[in-house]
């Protein structure tokens, strides 16, 4: 409404109004007010005839339903609406529910829904006749016979055979490939869903004999834990003649009836039940990374080692890189959560080593010192560099497995050896040319060298590190490996890894020798392994000694194991289909349940070993 103001040059005592107000009003005047934006409200209407689009209102105020009145004669079926049409409507989560409520129990189930007494009657009377349907099979289940061939279902869903299964999608221009490996020909279009759920059980079945590869398994099955324990006689049966109530005693009769000593050998028990480790063929399953939790490695996985604790018996693994961060995870294979998270400031991690059981880890990198931490105490010791080394860099070094000794690669062949427990020189060791790797046997009596000259040193830490042998590698070739591991069965093994990409075996615990510390001779190894043609850079022994695993950097994919006992390497994994990158990194956990591998992309590639998993090798 415009303001009109009257003025009059006689009326000088008229109150005129102020420009401010006279301004305003004038703008005020020209400009329209605005409409109001009308709340649009989301009409209501029942969520059991939703479609997942927008309702439309008629001139009588009325909804309309795409086509169908509000009249109730809309019959709901959440079958109807396949799940590619389900994901283009945006199709609610809430409406999906109501509907499968209103399927099987009928309507008037769902919170702030009323009941519509033309819908519900057809469920209620369905749903009581499938009531009585239970009750009898439930019945007959009750009557059977025990000696059945084998159980019957739990329950049986009689809605299955109802079903029609279209393996062509009308609402779609391909064909739905995940239904193509169900059919049995190409002509097969439509089937029942009873079919389908016994081509379901066919296809899992035949997929728990046989992994990806065609390769028959030898271990547990993957649905073991869900079948019954197998029932035998034994050898009492045949003298007592009564086998069949001995052969239904319960696992404490069994115990009280065996005589095993209680206080047997852990690993001892683990590898009776499990049996002796199969040739050719390992179970592997990759589980969970493990530095899955906490921040993404942004750097190679350099460096890795295991460690078990004693007070808890969780198994820890220790990971870092260039990067300076040390990471510390319990590995389970399933969560793997963090114990500790370091930030070196002034070394670039190259290799960890646990010193023994008593947990402290020691860190060396491209620096001429190294550091001592442990997680216990959160406690970090910095090693300063030895008088009168000249060496400006410790990037490798090994650890006894009784955390006795640190042996540190110098330079001109020289292995400085260390006290673990104090962190003092002990002696110097010198080799002929460069040295490259360096390793202890089991029980830390003897210490292994070897380097550009390919020969093996020898020598003896009961004698204070002195050199009682000496013989040359058959390769030929600069040796850029070592690991030896004590077995029963093979005595020591030592394991010698080359530029070549060979790797020998040798026995050394037989105390026979066909070479002398002064002339260099040659042993001769029972075992030649050449399925790398690269440097080999890793190779590390399970805790019993039967899988060696040696691995090169150099390609991709390049890691092998090897069956020790008899001597040949496992051929169904890894395949080329194994996400393993360049490998830089890789330990066997303390009691072989793991093998861990870090590459180039930051990862720490988890696999579990079967054969040494405690829940398929430990039997009550």
């Known amino acids: 409404q ?28 020209d400009i329209p007010p605005k409409k109001k934006k009308k709340n649009r409200r989301r009409p209501s209407f029942p969520l059991d005839r939703y479609d997942g689009k927008r309702p439309r209102r008629n001139k009588d105020n009325t909804t309309d339903y795409h086509g169908k009145a509000d009249s109730g004669d809309i019959d709901w079926d959440a079958s109807d609406i396949t799940r590619t049409e389900r994901k283009k409507r945006h199709y609610p989560e809430e409406v999906e529910e109501r509907a499968l409520a209103v399927s099987l129990f009928g309507a008037g189930i769902g919170d702030g829904v009323e009941e519509r007494p033309e819908e519900s009657a057809p469920f209620v009377a369905a749903a009581t006749e499938s009531t009585d349907d239970m009750e009898k099979e439930d019945h007959a289940e009750e009557t059977a016979t025990i000696d059945a061939v084998a159980p019957a279902p739990a329950w049986h ?27 049995s020909d190409s002509s097969e279009e439509v089937i029942s869903g009873s079919d389908l759920s016994d081509r379901l059980r066919a296809r899992f079945e035949r997929s728990d004999e046989y992994d990806h590869g065609g390769v028959p398994r030898l271990s547990c099955s993957m649905h ?20 069949g109530d001995e052969s239904n005693e319960g696992p404490v009769a069994r115990l009280l009836s065996s005589a095993v000593p209680l206080a047997a050998d852990v690993e001892g028990a683990i590898k009776e039940a499990g049996g002796p480790l199969p040739a050719h063929i390992l179970d592997t399953v990759r589980v969970a990374d493990a530095n899955c939790a906490g921040r993404k490695m942004e750097c190679t996985v350099f460096t890795m080692c295991f460690h078990m604790r004693e007070d808890s018996g969780a198994s ?18 399933k969560r793997n959560g963090v114990v500790a998270r370091v930030q070196l400031p002034d070394l670039p991690i190259q290799t960890v080593s646990f010193l023994g059981n008593t947990g402290t880890i020691v860190l060396s990198g491209k620096r001429p010192y190294i550091y001592i931490y442990d997680p216990v105490e959160g406690k970090l010791t910095k090693i300063p560099q030895i008088l009168g080394r000249p060496e400006k860099c410790f990037d490798r070094h090994a650890v006894s497995p009784s955390g006795t000794h640190i042996a540190l690669l110098g330079y001109d062949g020289t292995i400085i050896l260390l006290c673990g427990r104090t962190h003092h020189w002990i002696s110097d060791h010198r080799i002929n040319g460069l040295v490259y790797a360096v390793c202890f046997d089991s029980d830390g009596g003897r210490m292994y060298g070897a380097g550009t000259d390919g020969d093996v040193y020898v020598f003896d830490m009961k004698q204070r590190g002195r050199c009682v042998d000496r013989f040359h590698n058959d390769d030929g070739t600069a040796i850029t490996a070592l690991a030896a591991h004590g077995t029963t069965q093979l005595g020591t093994v030592l394991a010698v890894g080359a530029v070549s ?17 002064k002339d260099g001779g040659s042993k001769k190894p029972f075992k030649s392994v050449m399925n790398l043609q690269t440097t080999i850079n890793m190779l590390r022994f399970s805790h019993d000694g039967c899988i060696l695993a040696l691995a090169s950097k150099k390609v991709t994919q390049a890691l092998r194991l090897l069956h020790v006992p008899s001597a040949t390497v496992f051929s169904n994994w890894p395949t080329s289909n194994t996400p393993l990158g360049y490998v830089w990194s890789l330990d066997f956990s303390p009691r072989s349940e793991f093998l861990a591998i870090g590459n180039d992309k930051g990862k720490c590639l988890l696999y579990k070993l079967q054969h040494y998993s405690e829940e398929n090798n430990v039997q009550i």
């Open 224 to 243: 073991a834990w869900a079948s019954l324990p197998p029932v035998s006689g034994g050898e009492e049966d045949g003298e007592d003649g009564n086998g």
């Open 157 to 183: 869903d009689e809605d299955d055979s109802m079903l029609q299964i279209n393996f062509r999608s009308k609402r779609e221009k391909s064909r739905d490939s995940r239904l193509q490996k169900f059919r």
């Open 2 to 29: 415009a303001l009109k103001l009257r003025i009059t040059p006689d009326t000088q005592h008229s109150k005129m109004p102020s420009k401010s107000l006279l301004t305003a009003s004038a703008i005020s005047s």
């Open 501 to 517: 990409g060979v790797v020998n075996l040798y026995r050394l615990g037989d105390g026979s020798s066909s070479s002398s510390k």
């Open 316 to 333: 820890w693994v220790a990971c870092a890189g260039l990067d300076g961060v040390l990471r510390i995870f319990e590995c389970d294979g």
